[in-house]
């Protein structure tokens, strides 16, 4: 009994990699649908190492009997299609910002809140949250549980694949005209970002911090526990895949190094990779393509009584966006969907036997 899949933004980054996870670890579908906007309706993208999806338009197609959504296709696109496909009877499992911080949507990681999918019954509607705070809760959540977190200062390197295929062609084109002396234009990012970097992500608030400073705070709070304090500072770097954070953890009880990188190794999700050598540590060309969540550099803040750094990363395509959707969604099939489906088949097929 295999359900019905929907991939909206199929030709983005996100997109592919939903697909492309899909099809590694055998998701349980009949039938999966690559849609996007109507500009890209009858191009096509890869599924698995062998299949290949021809893309429909979004604004088309109807989502009767459709089991699940997996979109990315911008936020104001999310806002507009998604009450169409849950009335239809569909579970979006959105990737956009736009349902992240709705009381009444769970906000999901599986590594740290899987009990949150169950919720999903209220609207239909399972947001994942933003790349960097997925791979920093999944690093936070093992220590929380050890001392309780009552502060955290983060400080991001994120590559330019966050901001979209745009912008990892700018990074591209910037790079290569440096080397030609051709002149330099910054039309996706707002400043060069060739051997620069840039600390604006997302649009000034009025405090000062960028929304994506701000998503960190909110997300994780929501996620792992309203009463941690969290300050961000979130930076763009030249990379094209894989992001990086710096981070301070402060907590209620003293937690040693050692007590840390043990419950960092028992933790699902997680790789500590920390030899106080040269090449003992992960960097964001490591975890390109990986799974996991990697933590290095654990060591004592000296400056304050009950506090830990940690160098934290991950894959922000993999497993920062499509790997946490697609886990959401063997959850959701497994869990709470293989019943619901299994009991509106049943009369169907009672129906076939009849008229057979």
């Known amino acids: 009994m295999g359900f019905k899949v929907a991939v909206v933004g199929a030709t983005g980054n996100v997109g592919r990699e939903f697909l492309k996870l899909l099809a590694e670890r055998r998701f349980p579908a009949d039938e999966v649908?690559?849609?996007?906007?109507?500009?890209?309706?009858?191009?096509?993208?890869?599924?698995?190492?062998?299949?290949?999806?021809?893309?429909?338009?979004?604004?088309?197609?109807?989502?009767?009997?459709?089991d699940i959504v997996l979109s990315s296709p911008g936020a104001k696109v999310s806002a507009g299609f998604v009450p169409r496909a849950v009335a239809a009877g569909a579970?979006?499992?959105?990737?956009?910002?736009?349902?992240?911080?709705?009381?009444?949507?769970?906000?999901?990681?599986?590594?740290?809140?899987?009990?949150?999918?169950?919720?999903?019954?209220?609207?239909?509607?399972?947001?994942?949250?933003?790349?960097?705070?997925?791979?920093?809760?999944?690093?936070?959540?093992?220590?929380?549980?050890?001392?309780?977190?009552?502060?955290?200062?983060?400080?991001?390197?994120?590559?330019?694949?966050?901001?979209?295929?745009?912008?990892?062609?700018?990074?591209?084109?910037?790079?290569?005209?440096?080397?030609?002396?051709?002149?330099?234009?910054?039309?996706?990012?707002?400043?060069?970002?060739?051997?620069?970097?840039?600390?604006?992500i997302d649009v000034f608030m009025n405090d000062g911090a960028t929304k994506e400073e701000w998503k960190m705070a909110v997300e994780t709070r929501k996620i792992l526990d309203p009463e941690i304090a969290l300050s961000a500072t979130c930076v763009r770097v030249p990379v094209f895949i894989g992001h990086a954070e710096a981070v301070n953890v402060e907590f209620e009880r003293p937690i040693g190094e050692a007590e840390a990188r043990a419950a960092l190794r028992?933790?699902?999700?997680?790789?500590?990779?920390?030899?106080?050598?040269?090449?003992?540590?992960?960097?964001?060309?490591?975890?390109?393509?990986?799974?996991?969540?990697?933590?290095?550099?654990?060591r004592r803040d000296p400056t304050l009584p009950h506090a830990l750094n940690l160098w934290v990363v991950a894959d922000n395509l993999r497993k920062g966006a499509a790997l946490n959707a697609v886990e959401i969604a063997e959850i959701l099939a497994r869990d709470h969907l293989a019943e619901r489906k299994g009991a509106r088949r049943a009369p169907a097929e009672a129906r076939r036997r009849r008229a057979g």
């Open 33 to 66: 649908i690559a849609l996007a906007s109507s500009r890209s309706k009858g191009s096509e993208v890869s599924f698995g190492e062998d299949a290949v999806l021809k893309v429909g338009a979004l604004e088309e197609y109807d989502f009767r009997g459709v």
């Open 91 to 200: 579970v979006v499992i959105d990737n956009t910002s736009y349902f992240r911080m709705e009381p009444d949507v769970p906000l999901v990681v599986p590594e740290v809140n899987p009990q949150a999918v169950a919720l999903f019954e209220k609207r239909g509607i399972i947001a994942n949250p933003n790349c960097s705070t997925i791979q920093l809760v999944v690093a936070l959540k093992p220590l929380h549980d050890l001392a309780r977190i009552k502060r955290v200062v983060v400080a991001t390197y994120q590559s330019v694949s966050g901001a979209g295929r745009q912008a990892m062609d700018e990074l591209f084109t910037q790079t290569r005209a440096i080397y030609v002396t051709d002149p330099i234009k910054s039309e996706v990012l707002p400043k060069q970002i060739a051997f620069n970097v840039i600390p604006h």
């Open 266 to 298: 028992r933790a699902p999700g997680v790789a500590v990779v920390d030899n106080r050598a040269e090449e003992g540590y992960a960097t964001p060309v490591d975890a390109a393509g990986q799974d996991l969540v990697y933590v290095s550099r654990i």
